[in-house]
């Protein structure tokens, strides 16, 4: 079983729209949460991080939440716009530099 | 502006062959990484650098080689190509353990 499972696998919606990625996991503790945004034929960025002890991050239209009792995380994506369009990537940080990936969801945003 | 950048983008090579995927980054971030990336799979780490003269296995680094002559630079070899090993290869840099990684735009490698 992976240690960081993501849902939906992909997902598409209309322009305008809101969504939530959401992003499982087994790990704990860790050092923190990031959550990561990879456009077809490019790397990853980040968008937010979460320590342990945090609840919420917010970057613009994207809000990360994290229930450390439950041990999931979510993305939400408000308004969204055609450039969203992109895998997203939950990452954790379990210490030092180990960190694991989950295999992302694949956003489609449609006009 | 600083940045981190790989080469070539995409190769095409023959089972057997060795290859060498450049990564030079121009933070002077002493920490640098390699990652594979597979349809259904997370970026899984194949080797990592703390600094120069520095290289440290991953979970998939069978098959792979780093080495660490400089700062800027990580290239990873490929010593006999095989066809698993077609893949998309990123590099990435960061200037602390836990803090974010910068990834280079990566490398289409097909081996047939």
């Known amino acids: 079983k992976n240690q960081v499972e993501q849902s939906p696998q992909s997902l598409i919606i209309l322009e305008g729209k809101n969504c939530t990625l959401q992003?499982?996991?087994?790990?704990?503790?860790?050092?923190?949460l990031r959550w990561y945004k990879q456009d077809t034929g490019r790397g990853p960025v980040s968008l937010t991080i979460?320590?342990?002890?945090?609840n919420t991050k917010s970057n613009g239209r994207y809000t990360a939440t994290l229930d450390a009792d439950t041990k999931q995380s979510s993305l939400h994506i408000t308004a969204s716009q055609l450039s969203d369009s992109a895998s997203y990537i939950c990452v954790l940080n379990t210490g030092g530099f180990k960190t694991i990936f989950g295999a992302g969801t694949r956003l489609f945003v449609k006009a | 502006d600083a940045e981190i950048t790989q080469s070539p983008r995409h190769k095409i090579t023959e089972t057997g062959r060795q290859v060498t995927l450049a990564c030079h980054q121009t933070?002077?971030?002493?920490?640098m990484f390699w990652y594979r990336q597979d349809l259904g799979h997370g970026l899984r780490l194949i080797h990592y650098?703390?600094?120069?003269?520095?290289?440290n296995k991953g979970e998939v680094s069978d098959g792979y080689s780093v080495s660490r002559s400089n700062t800027e630079d990580l290239p990873l070899t490929l010593e006999s190509a095989a066809s698993s090993q077609t893949s998309v290869y990123f590099c990435?840099?960061?200037?602390?353990?836990?803090?974010?990684?910068?990834f280079g735009p990566g490398t289409r490698l097909t081996v047939t």
């Open positions: 992003c499982n996991y087994t790990v704990s503790p860790f050092s923190n």
């Open positions: 990435a840099s960061s200037p602390g353990q836990i803090s974010e990684q910068y």
């Open positions: 650098s703390y600094g120069v003269q520095d290289t």
């Open positions: 933070w002077n971030h002493n920490n």
């Open positions: 979460m320590t342990f002890s945090e």
